[in-house]
């Protein structure tokens, strides 16, 4: 029954160009990895740390380090009960529960979906393609590309100014696709209504996280023509009490929420609350994307393009085709 930390290991992965927010821009992102082994079987989980949360990759593998001599002598299930309340949510929780997911999964001869309890195998799904912030003209040239390679939703990162000028660029650029915007809480001191009204009649149909964290409030008295979707400021399910009222759906990663577990959990708490669920994440290979995909299921909006914002990604990776993301073939 002993789990034991075969590996807790950071790993640096390029970016394909450069990715673009509103808080800067990435060329590279390092993700922590954790290994475990119980039983004779492997697991391993993966988690991106959230910079703007602090936290990063090395400090993420000494939490591994920590706290993997309290679960040595637990099962698979025990130990993920007990990893959440060793651990706050963050990229170490995530792959360390992750990895004990993968590895009860490998112990019991199912796979992660059975587990979980899904009625049946995860198949495609349609995902969105972020464009990165830039120039309206920039944003065009890539959504344009997105496009011709295949993506029909597009997600566009704004930052509260010039945003219709990006919007309408990328509507020319990409007329087809479906377009769904992340605000990255930048909408704070704009006109949230007339903001969400001009993105509406050009077809936009979600608006992510306009507003900071702490603001929610500023949606409260605003009937939009489209949903807003809590992300920053929605991690776990405890949350979900909290901004219920100010959103009409959450942006679900299991780096935020520490994992598959509590994923899980907000999922439901979503749900209960009449909330609509995207499933999202940082970016990442796709050993973190595995239990996302399973989550994903159960997501009106999947936001699964880590992968694909790489410069290369894992062995056996999935699939990225025709807007779609799937299981590796065979």
């Known amino acids: 029954m002993a789990i034991q930390l075969k590996s807790a290991r950071v790993e640096r992965w ?9 808080r800067g821009a990435r060329a590279h992102v390092d993700v922590v990895v954790a290994e475990i082994e119980g039983e004779g079987a492997v697991g391993r989980g993966e988690g991106t740390p959230i910079y703007y949360h602090g936290e990063d990759a090395a400090g993420c ?5 920590r706290v993997a001599p309290h679960i040595a002598d637990m099962g698979a299930a025990e130990a993920r009960a007990a990893v959440q309340e060793l651990l706050a949510p963050g990229a170490a929780r995530n792959a360390l529960d992750c990895a004990l997911w993968d590895m009860e999964a490998r112990q019991r001869g199912l796979r992660l979906w059975q587990l979980v309890g899904l009625d049946s195998a995860p198949t495609a799904r349609v995902t969105a393609f972020t464009i990165s912030l830039g120039t309206p003209g920039a944003m065009a040239e890539q959504a344009a590309t997105a496009a011709a390679d295949g993506y029909r939703l597009l997600k566009l990162k704004l930052t509260g ?3 219709r000028l990006r919007v309408a660029a990328v509507r020319k650029g990409a007329p087809e696709a479906r377009l769904i915007v992340d605000a990255n809480e930048s909408w704070g001191e704009v006109d949230i209504l007339s903001e ?3 993105l509406a009649d050009m077809g936009v149909e979600m608006i992510e996280q306009p507003v900071p964290v702490g603001a929610d409030a500023l949606l409260d008295p605003i009937y939009a023509p489209l949903p807003f979707v809590a992300d920053e400021s929605c991690h776990t399910a405890a949350d979900v009490a909290r901004i219920g009222a100010f959103y009409d759906g959450v942006n679900i990663k299991l780096d935020k929420a520490g994992g598959l577990t509590e994923a899980l959990r907000l999922a439901d708490a979503a749900d209960a609350a009449g909330l ?9 290979t796709s050993l ?6 399973v989550l994903a299921q159960r997501a009106r909006w999947v936001d699964l393009d880590g992968p694909a914002l790489l410069g290369r990604d894992r062995d056996g990776g999935f699939e990225f085709r025709e807007g779609r993301i799937g299981p590796p073939a065979g």
């Open 161 to 163: 100014d010039e945003d």
């Open 61 to 65: 593998r000494d939490q591994l380090l």
């Open 196 to 198: 969400a009204e001009a």
């Open 276 to 284: 609509s669920i995207m499933v999202g994440c940082m970016l990442c």
């Open 288 to 293: 973190a994307i595995a239990p996302a995909f």
């Open 14 to 22: 390029p970016v394909a160009g450069a990715f673009v927010i509103s």
